[in-house]
């Protein structure tokens, strides 16, 4: 088999590789019971106890407060673009939902959300190429609004809210797909948080939703079924057949995180991590990084190369050296390295090593 690499896709992302090694051992037998996970019936007792351990680990791992509930919903982050509105525009008459537009896909939720409701988008850093996270005052957000959404990290420009807005009565509503549990979060200051799975939580397609209880209830007439946030939560997420092997990674990757000392160790380790490569970036002139340094994110660094025709050969060299899916995305170029929750500082280090050396040899 080839020996493994150290994968910095934006995601599918790596996976911890206890977790990869757990799967791997009980996936014939789960606990001794003759078949894979995968194999059994959605509504069975282990399952079920599946998906509570899960639960609960995250209510632990987060400190979230009692009148959240978690609900696991098809089709990933893209999904929950269109059912947050239906959900939760019906909350005021206006049925106008707020949308901060900080990166490629803040700008996708709302184009989505135009659909449903009428959109209002009260801040934008596009004509800077979102380099950066503006200011936005509580005189910029409409209190007649159902919601303001933002995008807690912004995955292809590097970028993430330091501080989350104040924002009145309104229910702040955050994307947190490439961050979820990736840093300390205060759950009482947003109305719901939602996330793909397939960067810090597990395999794709799916997504959770984290969401206040006073906010369910609200969902349109014409919602799908299996998009109506009050719908999961009164069926416990089982409306319809889940996708009950994501639900079991999800367990593992909370209990392998829990092991690591919780959210607030692998904070720590995650600001050591970026801290690394933007030295590296910082150190000289061959390299030039995309976000302002204020508004830099710790889960996505992404940087141009200072020189014509190397971005192709810094790629290929990396790949070469065991360092994978590096290439920017096909809007911005350039490199992305994405350390999520599961890449090792260790990954980390030899990144910043070829770095260095690759600027010695071309710089």
């Known amino acids: ?16 590789e ?22 059994i019936s959605h509504r069975a007792d282990a399952f079920i106890e599946v998906l509570e351990e899960a ?53 996708v939720a709302a184009q989505e959300a135009q659909k449903f ?23 910029l957000i409409d209190q007649d609004a ?21 924002t009145g009565k309104v229910p702040l509503i955050a994307d947190m797909t490439s961050e ?32 206040r209880d006073d906010l369910l209830g609200f969902a349109d007439a014409v919602t799908p079924t299996l998009l109506d946030f009050t719908q999961a939560d009164k069926d416990n997420s089982l409306t319809n057949t889940t996708n009950t092997f994501a639900v079991y990674v999800i367990k593992l990757v909370l209990e392998w995180l829990q092991e690591q000392g919780g959210v607030a160790a692998m904070e720590e380790i995650n600001e050591a991590k970026a801290a690394r490569l933007y030295q590296v970036i910082d150190d000289g002139d061959f390299y ?28 290929q060299q990396a790949e070469d050296r ?7 995305y096909r809007s911005v170029g350039g490199v992305r390295a994405s350390i999520y929750n599961p890449m090792p500082m260790v990954g980390v280090e030899k990144l910043a090593t070829f770095m260095e050396e690759f600027a010695a040899r071309h710089g």
């Open 1 to 16: 088999m080839t020996d493994r690499v150290y994968n910095f896709g934006a995601g599918p992302a790596m996976l911890p």
């Open 18 to 39: 206890p977790v990869m090694r757990k799967i791997q051992e009980e996936w014939l037998n789960y606990r001794g019971m003759g078949v894979s996970i995968i194999e």
């Open 55 to 107: 639960k609960a680990l995250f209510r632990e791992l987060t400190d979230l407060p009692d009148n959240y509930r978690i609900l696991f919903m098809h089709g990933g982050a893209r999904m929950v673009f269109s059912a947050l509105p239906l959900n939760l525009a019906g909350r005021c008459a206006t049925r106008k939902c707020l949308y901060a537009e900080t990166g490629n896909f803040a700008k």
């Open 117 to 139: 409701c009428q959109v209002k988008t009260v801040i934008s850093s596009a004509a800077g190429g979102y380099d950066h996270i503006p200011e936005l005052p509580l005189e």
């Open 146 to 166: 159902a919601y303001l959404h933002i995008t807690g990290n912004n995955t292809i420009f590097g970028t993430r809210w330091n501080t989350f807005p104040e």
């Open 180 to 211: 979820l549990l990736s840093r300390r979060i205060d759950y009482r200051r947003f109305g719901a948080v939602y996330a793909g799975l397939q960067k810090n939580l597990g395999p794709s397609g799916m997504a959770m939703v984290i969401i």
């Open 288 to 315: 030039r990084g995309i976000a302002r340094k204020d508004h830099r994110s710790i889960m996505n660094v992404s940087f141009l190369l200072n020189g014509d025709g190397l971005t192709a050969k810094f790629l």
């Open 322 to 328: 065991g360092l994978y899916a590096l290439k920017g």
